[in-house]
């Protein structure tokens, strides 16, 4: 049932370290590609990770995970850093996700809800497929170090997610208010 799936779906942060289907990673991207987009823009772009440029990005991570934590030359430095490696690393299947940007910022903005939509879809049928997301944003996203990377540029393309996906090793728990205390209704 979809309201299960919508549900019981959690933000996963510890995975089995078990690699993720190309099959099944393709049902996630089909499924986030029919997401509603007004004008028909698509202004979703997808970046899947392989292992070389896997460890790479993990550089990146950990250089902006350390300069925030600790002073560089530092022995905490490349303590936080050689654990920031090893955590990205540990992910299963990297996606960065970008938008299309558009000058026009009612379209952005609409294009920003549609890219959205569409990482829900993937999420939603990753549970299906009994695999995990976190949505994640942060420095990495922005590191000019990741446009030169992934050859993208960042004129044209804003990266909004990196979906970190995988067999969950763990499911938290989570909460939300009833709806009724968030609705109101009029005669
Ligand atoms: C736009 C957006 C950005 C997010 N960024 C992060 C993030 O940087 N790190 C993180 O741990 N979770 C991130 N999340 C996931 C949320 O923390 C998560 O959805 C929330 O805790 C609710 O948990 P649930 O997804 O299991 O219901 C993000 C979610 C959204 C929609």
């Not at 823009?41 to 995970?65: C, D, H």
């Not at 030359?73 to 490696?85: C, I, K, P, W």
């Not at 910022?105 to 890219?115: N, Q, R, S, T």
């Amino acid at each position: 049932m979809l309201i299960s799936c919508i549900k019981n779906r959690r933000s996963i942060f510890q995975f089995q370290p078990k690699s993720v289907p190309k099959i099944a990673l393709e049902q996630c991207l089909d499924a986030a590609i029919w997401a509603p987009n007004h004008g028909l823009t698509e202004p979703w772009r997808f970046y899947v990770i392989g292992s070389e440029m896997q460890w790479k990005l993990a550089n990146i991570y950990a250089q902006k995970r350390a300069e925030k934590r600790a002073s560089p030359g530092t022995e905490n430095f490349q303590s936080v850093y050689d654990h920031a490696v090893k955590k990205f690393m540990a992910i299963p299947q990297v996606v960065f996700v970008g938008q299309l940007l558009n000058t026009n910022l009612v379209i952005a903005k609409e294009d920003y809800a549609a890219c959205a939509c569409a990482i829900q879809n993937f999420q939603l049928v990753a549970w299906e497929l009994e695999l995990g997301v976190q949505w994640s944003t942060g420095p990495i996203l922005t590191a000019s170090e990741t446009a030169n990377l992934l050859g993208i540029d960042f004129t044209q393309v804003e990266l909004i997610a990196a979906l970190y996906v995988g067999y969950p090793k763990a499911i938290p728990g989570s909460t939300r208010k009833e709806f009724q205390s968030v609705t109101q209704y009029y005669d």
